[in-house]
């Protein structure tokens, strides 16, 4: 009986834990090893809809990337932290990156950053749209989904791997936030010398 009340109440339940898994660090870092498989699990079931828990449990924090940008061959470390879908890592990447002027192309609005970052959420749709600089590579050349997660970034030698390239088609986004209550940060932490980025382009299928 407990399990059968479980199963049909599973939903109800998502709303009061996505409350509290965006608003504590320590809470998801608590729970999410546990929880996210199971998670997934009755996902992948089709029986309920667990997707914005799924996302907010696999919410990566204090987390370092690695990040290449295969054109011009060159490497920076950034730490994330909060974010709570790969449209929102896309556009605070372009900020870091190509608005620090470590990169080129056009830089986001300042609007759809703030949105990205901002500790007080907006109210309501706010209808500003960000604009995609790159193109999301795993280091085996495929494709890491706008739609997709920061945890879906493969890990190589204990570090985030994530190569950008020039983008296949423009692409835009409404730049409000996957979780209205949860901030982002971004931080570039290092540019890489060129015999470390060559190091980390071993990794990858553009060796040279």
């Given amino acids: ?6 199963w049909s109440s ?20 608590r729970h999410a ?15 309920h809809d667990l997707k914005c828990l799924a996302y ?8 370092p990337l ?3 940008h295969r054109p011009t061959r060159t490497g920076f470390e950034v730490r994330i932290g ?14 870091v990156l ?22 007080e959420p ?16 795993a280091p085996d050349g495929e494709r890491i989904w706008n739609e997709g997660l920061p945890d879906d970034i493969p890990v190589v030698e204990g570090h985030r791997l994530l190569v950008l390239d020039e983008p296949m088609y423009p692409r835009s986004w409404n730049a409000d936030r996957f979780f209205p209550m949860l901030p982002a940060t971004a931080e570039l932490t290092r540019v890489m010398s060129a015999d470390e980025v060559q190091t980390w382009f071993a990794y990858t299928c553009w060796t040279s």
């Fill in 122 to 137: 907006a109210q309501g749709h706010t209808g500003a749209v960000a604009t995609g600089a790159f193109e999301l590579l």
């Fill in 66 to 68: 690695v990040v290449l």
């Fill in 82 to 95: 909060g974010i709570g879908d790969n449209f929102q890592l896309h556009t605070l990447l372009a900020h």
């Fill in 10 to 29: 599973v939903e109800q339940w998502q709303s009061p834990a996505l409350a509290v898994l965006c608003r504590s660090t320590e809470v998801r870092r």
């Fill in 33 to 47: 090893s546990a929880l996210l498989p199971a998670c997934r699990d009755l996902t992948a079931m089709e029986r």
């Fill in 56 to 63: 907010a449990l696999a919410i990566l924090d204090d987390e």
């Fill in 98 to 119: 190509v608005g620090g002027g470590h990169l080129p192309g056009t830089p986001p609005s300042t609007e759809s950053v703030r949105l990205a970052m901002d500790p």
């Fill in 1 to 6: 009986m407990r399990l059968a009340l479980a």
